[in-house]
Each structure stands twice: as C-alpha cells, then as structure tokens.
C-alpha cells in the first residue's frame, strides 16, 4: 500500500513593503542635514506672495502715461523739484517700485556669482530656519543645533556673504541707480496732469503693508 505524498515544509515569506518601513521610519539619526521644510506653509507663503504682487501691480499707471514728454519740463526751483517730485511719488508709487527692482535685478544679473551667493543665503535661511518645522531640529554632522544657535550662523553667514563679497555693493548701487532715476523722473515731470482721489490715496497708503503681507504667513518664524 502506497503512503501518502508528503507535503514540503512551508516557508515563512517577508513582506518587502513591511521590512523596508521599518528601517525608514526610525533611521532619523544620521549624521546628515535633518531640517525638513513646513511645505504648507512655504505654500501659504509662495501664494501670498504672488497675490501681494498681483494686488500691488494692480495699482500700476499706464507707462505710457509716465513716460509722456509733452509733461516733462525743467523745474523752477529745488522746492518746485521737490514738490513735484512728492506728487509724482504718490502717483507713481508701484511703477517707481518697478524701476528700483529692474535696476537692482538688472545689477545682480550683471554678476552671476554674487546673485548665486544671494540666492544661497535666502535658501539656507528659508530651509534652516523659517519654514523648517519647529518640532525638527538642526543635525549636522552628528550635533543637533538649537533655534538660538541656528539664528546665529545664519546671520553671522548673512555678514561674512554681504560684506566680504561683492553682494552688498552691488545691492546698494543698484538701488542707488534705481533711485537716481525715479528721482529725476519725479523732478522733470509735471504733476498738473495727475489726479489722485481719495480712493487712490487711501490704496496708497496700504500699498507698503501689502507688498509686506506675505511675511505673517502662519507657520513661518517671521
């Protein structure tokens, strides 16, 4: 009589998915960078931005209208310079703001290396410290980092970036420039034409605080 096949010994099978979460879920204590960006909030922050600009460059005036020669003329006196230069500053407010950043981008643009070495620094203060979630801190290298030390090498690097390189020279020259123009267009262009409501002057009164609002952006050490 012929026994009965014999079944083969089971095997205990793995599951992959189960084995290699493990490992990633408790594997936080490497010596590497751990600062996990806040990704809502550096949303919230991107799209504030973007409205902050849309609201403000809704304000614009025609350029068109700025730039009309039959309005330019040369001024009396410096006081008659400076009063027109006043109005033209109200009236023009977003397209002046406008010009100052052309000129400013246009000074970083003219040196790659010091627009890379901006760039650096307002990346490392965004991912180290402003958006980084507070329940994660600082580890490099083996050692965590405090809040209050983490503020400290940014701003000592923010120093050393600013004032040992070109950066903060070309920063300053480009808002000179941007100056120098919006000074002489407010100096040479007639405001007789210009009329500024109450509306007007009220917007232009919140125009700053918008442009500033994007920085109370919930999630966000600012």
Do not use: K
Request: aromatic fraction near 10%; include cysteine.
């Amino acid at each position: 009589m012929a026994s009965a096949p014999t079944q083969p010994p089971l095997l205990p099978v793995t599951n992959p998915t189960a084995a290699g979460s493990a490992p990633a879920s408790g594997g936080g204590g490497g010596g590497g960078l751990d600062a996990p960006i806040a990704t809502p909030a550096f949303r919230l922050f991107m799209s504030r931005i973007s409205e902050s600009a849309r609201r403000s460059l809704s304000d614009r005036r025609p350029w068109a209208e700025m730039v009309d020669r039959s309005a330019f003329s040369r001024p009396d006196s410096l006081s008659d310079a400076t009063s027109r230069l006043r109005r033209n500053l109200t009236y023009f407010r977003v397209n002046y703001t406008a010009v100052v950043a052309f000129a400013l981008a246009a000074s970083l643009l003219a040196h790659p290396f010091s627009l890379l070495i901006l760039l650096g620094v307002l990346a490392a203060w965004c991912f180290l410290y402003i958006f980084r979630a507070s329940d994660q801190p600082v580890a490099l290298f083996g050692r965590t980092f405090s809040d209050r030390e983490t503020l400290l090498g940014l701003i000592v690097a923010s120093l050393v970036a600013f004032f040992f390189t070109p950066v903060a020279s070309l920063i300053i020259s480009g808002m000179l420039v941007g100056g120098a123009i919006v000074a002489a267009h407010g100096a040479f262009r007639m405001p007789e034409d210009l009329f500024l409501d109450e509306s007007d002057a009220a917007s232009g009164n919140s125009a700053a605080q918008g442009l500033l609002s994007f920085l109370g952006a919930p999630g966000s050490r600012v």
